[in-house]
């Protein structure tokens, strides 16, 4: 018996060392990548008078859709603040999924909205669409405002509004968002500079809007959030971003294209069925799908992203809300590699069955679950006193310094480009968040992720979630 | 025969290593490469801010004095509108309070002067010429149109297009077909701008797709450019074999109302490739040339879906009102919801004859076709 358990022990302990190293080489792999992706971008950049599209009669038109529920207390700034953005043509698509709350009093009144008879072609089946408003204003020509049946989830309120989407690129963002000004030229550009592929998404680096400072929905000054909570997601987002999905753009295995901040070809997401509304991560499964039809049809695509940051994000501030999130994005992996495993290691679908399923499958869905093993095994080791300490304390202080070392590789790339923060100590002030990201926030996601896991194969009941949000309204920091 | 004397303090260290096995000593070796990358990554931060902040700086102090140089001995001397540029005496003297030696400050002279030049024209802007001339900046765009690197040669492109320096076409011509798309790019423009011949030579040498990018620049290029003799783009709508120059071209003829152009573009219609064939239905729509309504429907029932949206659309663009019967029979008898909302569009567009019909199909339409018609009715509603 203790000679099986200890051929076990040795094939896990093997298991887990190759494990460990080809993620430790995926990450370097990606550091690289990601630093010539970000200076790819800055050296266009410069050479570049983006302005140009902004008075452009050939600038493509693109539809923003934003889905709102229950979001009374900024929707009034956040609309404004999409209404500000740069762009010659374009239109925004707010989509009231029946909230409860004032949301579509309060748009009534502040823009002047009157219900229209308009012209609306279900190519994408949602919940049904009660009423469309347009604005008598005509300094709010752009808006128009869908008020549809809450189809308990995202993806069916964005559905709605590909349905109605006039142009051929839309960009998805949530209504809390606050946007950078220049968003839709910076997505576009892509778009338009692309020689060989057709671009189907292109995605933009997000950051947490907690303690920065906005006005009337404009951000006037950036700060890292001043709560561990907020800040530790600051830190993962610039990892995740600047290093993780400007890497893998580099190679066009862009995994993911945020929910956050996307814009998307409307031909190929609405051909492919637009949003699954029964999926907890929607972005990444239209995302996945997309790219499963561009290869059916043999579309010769590319999913690109941009470093910058062009949009900021409420993150959850307490335990509760930030579990509800992590849970639901766990859940939706699971779904994800569930329904499209047919996609894991097959040659068919290019680099995406080869690299980003894979990847997704063993150093995101697994990784959890293996560390979790770990945590048990080690646990186990230690009780019956078959572990060697200062080896174990070494083999502990390698990955910490490692994980420490990568996610400060990505606030460098991050502050070669674009000196974010105002002051020195904001920018210390983040860098020492890495060494407790470790410790205490890590563990919390492999927490909420088997949690995550748990409901998925329990299938317990979900829905989307209410963030509790505070509103960007005026300055919040003082 | 070398004896280093370690520290003490690293004895222990250094015994573990020797002892241990491959996997932590491979742990160990990442350690100290972790901790020297960690804060290797701390100092290029604290370097990077360092360097940026003290341009800034720089820059704050310099700008404005820029500024108010160019606008006190330029844009506001006495003798700018009313003599002619190149009689107009500067006075130099002023500019040379700025640290003109530093390249850093040419620089941001150099692109202070390009900003000022975009907006404004006739003999403003060849003051602003002069000045940069007479102050020798064009020496720094010489000498980086010599360098070996591309991004080099781009910028100096990019100067000399914005100041209207000429250069021979021989140095630029070789450059629009480089390799390099950001370079090919560059030269395109300065080719344009530039050229004292035939501006739009390349048109006819351009082996690359012009990406959508590249028409944006383009167009915006030669409908800034002064004294440009702008040509028959009919000619590359019938010669060129690229697919790119023939789609940029029918923008262009758009956009100058070329109607000469006409029966080039409506040979185009029998072109196989049927997004050129769209966009010359487009082109024919945007002209309002009345002729080519009849071919058009004629083409109608052979054509994919995004062509007939675009003979719709031109028939409404057009609107001679020859063809109403033909719009009300596809807005009642189409299956595809946007050909219908395409020829209810173009009916409304036709509403100076088409009134009775509208209102006759508005009594008897169904519900999802009455929803059409008074969507594109609505003032308010724009697509």
Known sequence: MSGILEILGKIYQSAIFVYGLVLLLVYALLAIFSRLAVRQYTRKNSLHQRDLLSSSPLAPGITILAPAFNEGMTIISNVRSLLTLNYPRYEIVLINDGSTDNTMEQLITEFKMVEVAYAYNVKIRTQPVRKIFKSTDPAYASLIVIDKVNGKSKADAVNAGINLATFNYFVCTDVDCILDKDTLLELILPVMQEENKRVIAVGATLRIANSCEFDEGVMTRMRPPRQLLPRFQEVEYIRSFVLGKMGWSYINCVPNVSGGLGLFDKEVATRCG??????????????????????????????????????????????????????????????????????????????????????????????????????????????????????????????????VMITTISIVWDQLSFRYYKSWWEVAYLCMTPFMEFLIYHPLIVLYSLRGYYYFLTGKKSTWGNMQRQGFGKKKIK | MFDIQ???????????????????????????????????????????????????????????????????????????????????????DAFQELPLDKKWARSALTERIIHFRRNVRGNMGLLLRSLY???????????????????????????????????????????????NRELRAAARHAYIKLSKNEPFKFFDVVTEPLLMWDQVELLRI????????????????????????????????????????????????????????????????????????????????????????????????????????????????????????????????????????????????????????????NPLIKY
């Open chain 1, 274 to 403: 637009g949003y699954d509304h029964s999926s907890f991560g929607e972005d990444m499964e239209l995302l996945t799908r997309m790219c499963r039809y561009a290869h059916d049809n043999e579309i010769d695509y590319a999913i690109r992203y941009i470093p910058k940051t062009l949009c900021w994000t409420e993150a959850p501030a307490t335990l509760k809300i930030f579990n509800r999130q992590r849970t639901r994005w766990a859940r939706g992996l699971a779904q994800l590699m569930y329904s499209h495993f047919h996609m894991f290691m097959n040659p068919r679908y290019g680099k995406m069955g080869l690299i980003i399923f894979p990847f997704n499958f063993f150093f995101e869905l697994l990784a959890p679950l293996v560390e979790f093993s770990g945590i048990i095994v080690y646990i186990v080791l230690a009780v019956t006193g078959n572990i060697n300490w200062p080896y174990a304390l070494l083999l502990l202080l390698f990955v910490y310094l490692y994980s």
């Open chain 2, 6 to 92: 370690l520290p003490a303090f690293l004895e222990p260290v250094i015994n573990t290593f020797r002892y241990a096995p491959l996997v932590i000593q491979l742990a160990m070796i990442f350690i100290v490469i972790a901790a020297v990358g960690t804060l290797l990554a701390y100092f290029s931060i604290l370097r990077n801010r360092y360097l940026g902040n003290r341009r800034d700086k720089r820059l704050a102090k310099l700008l404005p004095k820029i500024d108010n140089l160019i606008i006190d001995e330029v844009l506001t001397h006495p003798e700018a509108e009313t003599v002619p540029a190149d009689q107009v005496v500067l006075n130099l």
């Open chain 2, 133 to 179: 001339m007479q102050l020798e900046l064009d020496k720094d765009a010489m000498k980086k149109m010599k360098s070996g690197h591309w991004e080099k040669k781009v910028q100096a492109l990019t100067e000399f297009t914005n100041m209207d320096m000429s250069v021979a076409d021989v140095t630029i011509l070789p450059l629009t077909n480089s390799r």
């Open chain 2, 222 to 377: 030669i409908s800034t450019t002064e004294d440009i003799a702008i040509p028959n783009f009919a000619r590359w709508v019938t010669y060129s074999s690229n697919k790119s120059v023939v789609s940029f071209c029918l923008k262009l003829i758009v956009h100058y109302n070329q109607l000469p152009a006409v029966p080039a573009v409506i040979k185009l219609l029998d072109t196989k490739d049927h997004y050129l064939r769209a966009d010359a239905i487009n082109c024919l729509g945007k002209l309002q040339v009345p002729d080519v309504e009849d071919k058009l429907v004629s083409i109608y029932s052979t054509q994919p879906l995004h062509c007939q949206i675009e003979i719709l659309k031109a028939i409404g663009r057009i609107s001679s009102g020859r063809h109403i019967d033909f719009l009300k029979l596809e807005f009642l008898h189409s299956t595809d919801f946007d050909l219908r909302k395409s020829a209810a569009k173009s009916l409304v567009k036709n509403d100076w004859i088409a009134k009775q019909v509208i209102e006759e199909l508005m009594a008897t339409a169904t519900p999802e076709n009455l929803r059409i018609l008074k969507h594109c009715m």
